[in-house]
């Protein structure tokens, strides 16, 4: 059974940077993509960026490219966000999500993955 762990999250004021990590245990997949999605209060959850852990492309939603930068650790088990030029409006509860490297759906749709992890919150200050 797949298991998602989140980390680091926390609250840092606008222009600064967080990086969060998600580590993958436990997936049948051979080969995988792994994906942020946020979910600000009283919005829809939201693609942010997605990798293909075998190839390493990557993907991102227009509204964190150039700011935001998804990579994956050499054991191909761990996923991070690193982001950079943070805003306020970036404010939400961050999910990671894994899912096969071959699904019908797009990188930035939800049907895509299958497991999804915990969510840690990330709170940007004006």
């Known amino acids: 059974q797949g298991h998602l762990v989140e980390s680091g999250g926390g609250s840092v004021q606008a222009g600064g940077s967080l990086r969060l990590s998600c580590a993958a245990t436990g997936y049948t997949y051979s080969s995988k993509i792994m994906a942020w999605f946020r979910q600000a209060p009283g919005k829809e959850r939201e693609a942010v960026a997605a990798i293909y852990i075998n190839g390493g492309t990557a993907n991102y939603a227009d509204f964190v490219k150039g700011r935001f930068t998804i990579s994956r650790d050499n054991d191909m088990n761990t996923v991070t966000l690193q982001m950079n030029s943070l805003k306020p409006e970036d404010t939400a509860v961050y999910y990671c999500?894994?899912?096969?490297?071959?699904?019908?759906?797009?990188?930035?749709?939800?049907?895509?993955?299958?497991?999804w992890g915990q969510g840690t919150r990330v709170t940007v200050s004006s």
């Open positions: 999500a894994a899912g096969s490297a071959y699904g019908l759906f797009g990188w930035s749709s939800e049907r895509r993955y299958g497991y």
